[in-house]
């Protein structure tokens, strides 16, 4: 979301139109230490504060939904996220901006819950008037076809990433393709959502991966290459591609697999770290990159009641 023009091209394609013409120029990513402040404790992914012209603004709070959950109570979650993102905008506005929620779903399944709050209630037209109400602006990216995702290729090629999450594995190829074709001129961001997949699909996306490395042209194919290489995939292999994934696939997942679940432990505990203490040290840092899987379980499930780093052996 941080790519140049990513978010801004997210809000003109998504917002409603009425309020994308009331913009004035690209959206404000809030400062780390507002979202904390608002959202102390929340998941919350990104606020942005979009500028309208006559001087008024709107925050844009996106929710990236890629938990298996049920979606039916995902707006829960959306009322929590909002009415924290008010309580810390009243401090500083007499009048409130206005909050949209935008909602990115890749669930197993299309999304089956409501687009408004009211959709929870029961149905009573005596206390409706009432009733607390708001909608979200949903992408479900079950539903959405790969081809209207987005006219930007980084943006497209992240939302081809998490759509491709939730794809079975027989179905998964073009969309992969797609992907790495939005993102050939993006080697990061490639990389990135490679690595996502890899962690969240596991075994059976490897050789999906492979066959559509072979549509891409010769760029995309040494990114593919290389990420295979850096994650363990082809260690000590020159024979290319194709003959690096035959020969390394089975010996390099199993390390693929743990160096993915070993960044997301200490992403996830270096969250909870910056939420309890504020600030993580740089010889707390250097702990966290030298420990092994099981060390980060401990350290987090301690971090959640521990009164110091000092307490954790930190």
Known sequence: MKERGVAEALLRERLPPALVARMKGPPEHLSESFIDGALHGAVADVVLRAPLKGGAEAHVLCLIEHKRTEDRWVLLQVLRYVTALYTQLAKTHWELPVVVPLVIFNGARRWR??????????????????????????????????????????????LLGLKAAATPTEQLEPVLT???????????????????????????ALPVVERAARRQERKAMQTISEFLESRGFRRGK??????????????????????????????????????????????????LAAADPDTLTQWFDAALDAKSLKSLGL
């Open 238 to 287: 020159k024979q290319g591609l194709e003959q690096g994934l035959e020969q390394g696939l089975e010996q390099g997942l199993e390390q693929g697999l743990e160096a993915g679940r070993r960044d997301a432990l200490r992403d996830a505990l270096r969250r909870v770290l910056k939420k309890r203490f504020k600030k993580v040290p740089d010889s707390v840092e250097a702990k």
């Open 113 to 158: 819950g409501p687009q408004r709050f009211s959709g929870l209630l029961q149905d009573t037209p005596s206390t409706q008037a009432l009733a607390l109400d708001f909608g979200v602006v949903l992408l479900d990216m079950g539903a959405e076809p790969a081809a209207t995702l987005s006219a930007h290729p980084t943006l497209k090629g992240g």
């Open 178 to 204: 797609q992907m790495m074709g939005a993102l050939s001129d993006d080697e990061s961001t490639l990389r990135l959502f490679l690595q996502y997949l890899v962690t969240v699909v596991g075994r059976d």
